[in-house]
């Protein structure tokens, strides 16, 4: 089992920066990437974005290329995720996930840290 805590959220005014932690714990080896993922209320579940655990390969959502970004600190098993020039759209729960290497799915989740953007 991989246990994950994100800390971070908070309410901000837009064009705020934010960042979020994730820290792992448990059988991380069996983990190879991470990701960030929110919830809007009434929305589904959507990517934001990914990284591997040695840092080599990044993914973003087209909505927050070039504001967002996701890196690592393998030594404290934490990803983080800077989130500058924030935007009322990316109020939501924002869940930290770890993927697995025998599925390649994100098959642990944390509980959430709410992210709210004022305008």
């Known amino acids: 089992q991989v246990q994950l805590v994100e800390s971070g959220g908070g309410l901000v005014q837009a064009g705020d920066s934010l960042r979020l932690s994730c820290t792992a714990s448990?059988?991380?080896?069996?983990?190879?990437?991470m990701g960030w993922f929110r919830q809007a209320p009434g929305k589904e579940r959507e990517f934001v974005a990914a990284?591997?655990?040695?840092?080599?390969?990044?993914d973003y959502a087209e909505s927050v290329k070039d504001r967002f970004t996701i890196s690592t600190e393998k030594v404290k098993n934490t990803v983080y995720l800077q989130m500058n020039n924030l935007k009322p759209d990316d109020t939501a729960v924002y869940y930290c996930?770890?993927?697995?290497?025998?599925?390649?799915?994100?098959?642990?989740w944390g509980q959430g840290t709410q992210v709210t953007v004022s305008s």
């Open positions: 990284i591997s655990w040695t840092g080599g390969r990044t």
């Open positions: 996930a770890a993927r697995v290497r025998v599925t390649k799915v994100f098959a642990y």
């Open positions: 448990g059988r991380t080896s069996d983990t190879y990437a």
